[in-house]
Antibody, heavy 121, light 108 residues
Framework: QVQLQESGPGLVKPSETLALTCTVSGDSIRGSDFFWGWIRQPPGRGLEFIGS???????SYNSSLESRVAISVDTSRNHLSLRVTSVTAADTAIYYCARVSLTTDYYIDNWGRGTLVTVSS | SYVLSQPPSVSVATGKTARLTCAGN??????VHWYQQKPGLAPVLVVY???DRPSGIPERFSGSNSGNTATLTISRVGAGDEADYYCQVWDSDTDQPVFGGGTKLTVL
């Protein structure tokens, strides 16, 4: 059973960089059947795609965030990382790590528990 | 980009059937997936590819997709079904998931 666990600071100051890590167990992020990505949810609001990566090294980012976001992969540690630069209060959200199944259509078949990141001085 | 519209809230009496809609242009040409999110928890996939259920999801949850509207139907609704429900499709133009705004299901 695959498990995804997000980790990182829960509080980030405005204008600084948010950095999170997702540790994957029970599956390899080098597999070809899945994308791996990040989704966030501001308090009381809906789901927003941030970005995803595929084992081939390709990336896809939400165009509204692309200039500030970077996803990286550490295959030796089976880690997925997220960096968001120049954060503001609008970046306050629960950040989820997600596995996107590619077997038929594309849907998220596994989610991490999520980690709340608050942007505040 | 592709847009999905969901009613913000739906109420249904205990034991009745809830029908949650997700509207999109020619949505029938896409595969629609549904997630249930209870307070404080991560979303959980309840229907994928319009009509299929992941292992462990009760048969009370079913999906359909026709024309410009996809529907998640929950029969014999109970208090445990109170949650936010999100529909999702994959936008092949941007290679990204698109989510509806979510519907809060209240069980009376």
């Amino acid at each position: 059973q695959v498990q995804l666990q997000e980790s990182g600071p829960g509080l980030v100051k405005p204008s600084e960089t948010l950095a999170l890590t997702c540790t994957v167990s029970g599956d390899s992020i080098r597999g070809s059947d899945f994308f791996w990505g990040w989704i966030r949810q501001p308090p009381g609001r809906g789901l927003e795609f941030i970005g995803s990566t595929y084992y081939s090294g390709s990336f896809s980012y939400n165009s509204s965030l692309e200039s500030r976001v970077a996803i990286s992969v550490d295959t030796s540690r089976n880690h997925l990382s997220l960096r968001v630069t120049s954060v503001t209060a609008a970046d306050t959200a629960i950040y989820y790590c997600a596995r996107v199944s590619l077997t038929t259509d594309y849907y998220i078949d596994n989610w991490g528990r999520g980690t709340l990141v608050t942007v505040s001085s | 980009s592709y847009v999905l519209s969901q009613p913000p809230s739906v109420s249904v009496a205990t034991g009745k059937t809830a029908r949650l809609t997700c509207a999109g242009n020619n949505i029938e040409r896409k595969s629609v997936h549904w997630y249930q999110q209870k307070p404080g928890l991560a979303p959980v996939l309840v229907v994928y590819d319009d009509t299929d259920r992941p292992s462990g999801i009760p048969e009370r949850f079913s999906g359909s997709n026709s024309g410009n509207t996809a529907t998640l139907t929950i029969s014999r609704v109970g208090a445990g079904d109170e949650a936010d429900y999100y529909c999702q499709v994959w936008d092949s133009d941007t290679d990204q998931p698109v989510f509806g705004g979510g519907t809060k299901l209240t069980v009376l």
